[in-house]
């Protein structure tokens, strides 16, 4: 019964290595690498065929039963002013991943010992709680939800959004309940005394028993398994607010090696967990917090509304906002970003570019250097990163049980 409710996984090379190493660690075989040699084998034995590209969520969802789901929000939501009508969701963010951390192989080994960037660990990870109105007017400030509960770097200066800590930095009920109450309501009640709708999916660290005493704010879960395609913040604006931020990241890394030797002195005699992009270091989760603010900012109305249009769970507002460009927004932005980040590696000065080589791929031509780039961009959905996710998890629940 249980493996009917399971989410199928994708037939990644680096999906079916991690399952090979963890079967390999359950029988004995120490010495079993999985390398790219044995998965070409394995593929011959099995009669595998040639990858294909998957995209994303959105083939899981079943337009035809959902579509009935989501009519009945429709007309719940016809009561509201398009501005009064809220999206809330989370994200996972790699806020210190580089370039390079977008080719891991599982055969390399530890994370740790992956070559010139053993800080750089593809598990440093945030999650971002994230909410927006129909028409881009009302971006609610963002929650960045580290693991500790405080930071060293904070000791500088405080986290320019609110910051809190979960051991494994999700979204638990706890989480969520201190986004509602002390993030989430103070801004409506700021923004507008009209009733207002939040839409959101319903996980399980979504409390539905938490209301608005006032009456003021009415929450709309969107059905099981949908959010892909009926999300507005799925349809562009958490990819948009990525990708502005690794632009950022990397722009003020780059310019660090300006001043490398003097910086490097200087990080040295910095303490433990306060070194950051201003040292020529990978970021620290106030670097994060302070570039995920700037670039929450500097994402347009234009982009917010197009996604609202896109995600289709209020056509009968279109007329309130506005309807052109659909996700060409979006789209727009991550390529002018992608053109943005090759121009300023492949414009460095010649030391400044030996000193970065071990860390940021050398980009030889332009089109090598886009999809460098533009892996990186969608890292966190890259399936080598889920990939060693994926054995974290089997080791986890091996630990557990």
């Not at 399971?6 to 079916?16: C, D, E, G, H």
């Not at 337009?63 to 509201?80: M, N």
Request: charged share 30%.
């Amino acid at each position: 019964k249980s493996l009917g409710r399971r989410k199928p996984l994708s037939l990644s090379r680096a999906i079916i290595q991690a399952r090979a190493l963890h079967e390999a660690k359950k029988i004995g075989l120490t010495e079993f690498k999985a390398s790219d040699g044995w998965f070409r084998n394995w593929r011959r034995r099995n009669g595998i065929g040639p990858s294909l590209r998957l995209f994303g969520e959105a083939g899981d969802v079943n337009i035809e039963e959902v579509e009935k789901l989501i009519q009945v929000i429709r007309e719940k939501l016809k009561k509201f002013k398009a501005e009064n009508i809220f999206n809330m969701d989370e994200t996972g963010l790699l806020y210190r991943a580089l370039p390079t951390r977008s080719y891991i192989s599982l055969e390399e080994g530890s994370r740790k010992n992956i070559r010139g960037t053993k800080v750089l660990r593809a598990k440093d990870r945030v999650t971002l709680v994230l909410c927006v109105n129909a028409t881009g007017t009302c971006k609610v400030a963002p929650l960045i939800v580290g693991t500790s509960k405080n930071p060293h770097c904070f000791r500088d200066a405080p986290s320019p959004i609110p910051y809190t800590n979960q051991r494994n930095a999700w979204v638990d009920r706890e989480v969520y309940k201190g986004w509602w109450l002390n993030i989430f309501l103070p801004a409506v009640r700021k923004f507008t005394k009209e009733p207002v709708a939040l839409l959101m999916d319903n996980c399980s660290g979504h409390d539905p028993t938490l209301t608005d005493p006032t009456g003021q704010v009415e929450i709309i879960f969107l059905p099981p398994n949908c959010t892909s395609v009926y999300q507005p913040l799925d349809q562009g604006i958490i990819s948009t607010l990525k990708t502005i931020y690794k632009r950022e990241m990397l722009s003020e890394f780059v310019k660090a090696y300006d001043n490398f030797d003097e910086l490097q002195a200087q990080a040295s005699e910095a303490k433990k967990g306060r070194k950051g992009l201003r040292f020529g270091c990978s970021a620290n989760v106030l670097d994060a917090a302070r570039l995920v603010k700037k670039s929450w900012d500097s994402i347009t109305v234009e982009t917010i509304e197009s996604c609202w249009v896109h995600s289709k769970c209020l056509p009968h507002l279109t007329n309130e906002i506005c309807a052109k460009g659909g996700l060409e927004y979006k789209k727009q932005i991550q390529r002018k970003v992608v053109q943005d980040i090759c121009f300023l590696l492949t414009n460095m000065s010649i030391s400044n570019r030996d000193k970065l080589v071990s860390i940021i791929p050398e980009i030889k031509n332009d089109r090598d250097g886009e999809n460098v780039v533009s892996r990186w961009l969608d890292l966190e959905s890259d399936p080598e990163i889920l990939a060693l996710e994926e054995i974290e998890l089997f080791e986890a629940i091996e630990k557990n049980l």
